[in-house]
């Protein structure tokens, strides 16, 4: 039977590890790496996580199952974070959560739950996170593609993303991204969210919201913004929540769907749905990460605690971006949009050819894409990085 299989491509970002792993030069520079780095170059686990998991081992009582919807009020709390209290009110019944084991399982529940309405393709972003269309499709839903991203610019193709909604027949869903773009890193302005929440409202579409990133932009309300306005508008919608990134807590399978409904009933009738769909893909979701949140989230204290360290995430990304975007000015090189891009990655405008070039000549690693990310470069290495792009781009010194 085995025998039948056919191989499978490598994922491009996870085969990097051992790659840049087995590469032994001093100067090696890792910017492919998908997770948040400090300044001595470890991912660290956050205080008020620790002092959330100190708890549980001294007060939890039991493994047992919790059941479908997981930790029903950590559930409750991102929901809260992540639509702002005057949200929650106006939505009421209309909106419900469950846990999922990670953003990428409520991203694969949302895509099979799209796939058993009936709904048209979903309209997707390109480029976006590697795996999207993937998991898309493995829930059974079609995918239509849309450019996303000029990358002569460095910006949103705005234009081209509003073309393709408004020829969207009504019930379309499409993917957006809440903020901190992976992997361009570059975000809708709120004017252009307005104009897309205008859009949704006028033509019946279905957001299905990626909120992977809240808090490493701009903060967690302005980061939320575009959002929000979305589920103002959207008669149903879908938001996919991770708390790999805004938590750091990437091993323990933190995530959440929330689906909004035109009535209340309409999205009991999708949640019993959902829960039928996870009952296959994981039966109930882990428990120990979604415990931490809900700690994290209703300890005043904890609560004070992670924001400070978020902000100061979120600040220490920004900080980079401004510094390589003016080193790479001085350079030469047209990458001066990457200061106002946010979250942890940009694309840069490299060839595949350019990208395998750096890596043997300068051991600076990248998908082939030119995503890079930025919360790896250390100042230090950051003139080094500079220099070789440009070399590897033809300007500059």
Same mark, same amino acid.
């Given at each position: 039977?085995?025998e039948?299989?056919?191989?499978?491509?490598?994922?491009?970002?996870?085969?990097?590890?051992?790659i840049v792993?087995a590469?032994?030069?001093?100067?090696?520079?890792?910017l492919? /790496?998908?997770?948040?780095i400090?300044?001595?170059?470890?991912?660290?686990?956050?205080?008020? /996580?620790k002092?959330?998991?100190? +708890?549980?081992?001294e007060?939890q $009582?039991?493994?047992?199952?919790?059941?479908s919807?997981?930790?029903?009020?950590?559930?409750e709390?991102?929901?809260?974070?992540?639509?702002?209290?005057?949200?929650?009110?106006?939505?009421?019944?209309?909106?419900?959560g469950? =846990?999922?084991?990670?953003?990428?399982?409520?991203?694969r529940?949302?895509? +099979?739950?799209?796939?058993?309405?009936? #709904?048209p !393709?979903?309209?997707?972003?390109?480029?976006?996170?590697a795996?999207?269309?993937t998991?898309?499709?493995a829930?059974g839903?079609?995918?239509?593609?849309?450019?996303y991203?000029?990358?002569?610019? =460095?910006a949103?193709?705005f234009d081209?993303?509003?073309?393709?909604?408004?020829?969207?027949?009504?019930?379309?869903?499409?993917?957006v991204?809440?903020?901190?773009?992976?992997?361009?890193?570059a975000?809708?302005?709120? *004017?252009?969210?307005? $104009?897309?929440?205008?859009?949704?409202s006028?033509?019946?579409?279905? !957001?299905? /919201?990626?909120?992977?990133?809240?808090?490493?932009?701009?903060?967690?309300?302005?980061?939320?913004?575009?959002?929000?306005?979305?589920? +103002?508008?959207?008669?149903?919608?879908?938001?996919?929540v991770?708390?790999?990134?805004?938590?750091?807590?990437?091993?323990?399978r933190?995530?959440?769907?929330?689906i909004l409904?035109?009535?209340?009933?309409?999205?009991n /009738?999708a949640m019993?749905n959902?829960?039928?769909?996870?009952?296959?893909?994981y039966?109930?979701?882990?428990?120990?990460?979604?415990?931490?949140?809900?700690?994290?989230?209703?300890? $005043?204290?904890l609560r004070?605690?992670?924001?400070?360290?978020? %902000?100061a995430m979120?600040l220490r990304?920004n900080?980079?971006?401004?510094?390589?975007? *003016?080193?790479?000015?001085?350079?030469?090189?047209?990458?001066? !949009?990457?200061?106002?891009?946010?979250?942890?990655?940009?694309?840069? !405008?490299?060839t595949? +050819?350019?990208v395998?070039?750096?890596?043997? %000549?300068?051991a600076?690693?990248?998908? $082939?894409?030119?995503?890079?990310?930025?919360?790896?470069?250390?100042?230090e290495?950051?003139?080094?990085?500079?220099d070789?792009?440009?070399? #590897?781009?033809?300007?500059?010194?």
């Amino acid at each position: 039977m085995l025998e039948k299989l056919q191989p499978q491509p490598i994922d491009p970002i996870l085969s990097l590890v051992d790659i840049v792993r087995a590469d032994a030069r001093a100067e090696k520079v890792d910017l492919g /790496v998908g997770v948040y780095i400090d300044e001595s170059g470890r991912t660290p686990i956050m205080a008020a /996580v620790k002092a959330a998991e100190r +708890e549980l081992l001294e007060t939890q $009582e039991s493994k047992v199952y919790l059941g479908s919807f997981g930790d029903v009020r950590s559930t409750e709390l991102i929901v809260q974070l992540v639509l702002g209290e005057g949200l929650c009110r106006t939505l009421g019944g209309r909106v419900r959560g469950l =846990q999922a084991a990670g953003g990428v399982a409520a991203l694969r529940l949302g895509a +099979e739950l799209i796939a058993r309405a009936g #709904a048209p !393709p979903i309209v997707l972003g390109r480029p976006t996170w590697a795996i999207h269309d993937t998991i898309m499709m493995a829930g059974g839903a079609q995918v239509r593609w849309v450019e996303y991203f000029d990358p002569r610019r =460095q910006a949103v193709d705005f234009d081209a993303t509003v073309d393709a909604l408004k020829s969207a027949p009504s019930g379309t869903p499409f993917l957006v991204h809440a903020s901190c773009h992976n992997p361009t890193g570059a975000d809708s302005s709120p *004017a252009q969210w307005r $104009e897309l929440a205008g859009i949704v409202s006028a033509r019946g579409l279905v !957001p299905f /919201v990626d909120a992977a990133y809240l808090g490493l932009g701009d903060g967690i309300d302005a980061d939320a913004a575009g959002l929000r306005l979305m589920l +103002e508008a959207a008669p149903d919608a879908l938001v996919a929540v991770s708390g790999s990134k805004s938590f750091g807590l990437y091993r323990e399978r933190v995530g959440a769907l929330f689906i909004l409904g035109r009535t209340a009933e309409v999205t009991n /009738v999708a949640m019993t749905n959902a829960t039928a769909i996870a009952r296959t893909l994981y039966s109930v979701p882990p428990d120990h990460g979604a415990a931490i949140v809900r700690l994290v989230l209703e300890r $005043e204290d904890l609560r004070a605690s992670w924001l400070r360290e978020l %902000d100061a995430m979120r600040l220490r990304l920004n900080a980079i971006r401004a510094d390589f975007a *003016a080193r790479a000015e001085r350079a030469g090189l047209p990458l001066a !949009p990457v200061r106002d891009h946010r979250g942890m990655f940009s694309l840069l !405008p490299l060839t595949p +050819e350019q990208v395998r070039a750096l890596r043997a %000549d300068r051991a600076i690693y990248m998908p $082939e894409s030119g995503r890079v990310n930025l919360a790896a470069l250390h100042p230090e290495r950051a003139q080094y990085v500079v220099d070789a792009l440009a070399a #590897a781009m033809g300007g500059g010194r």
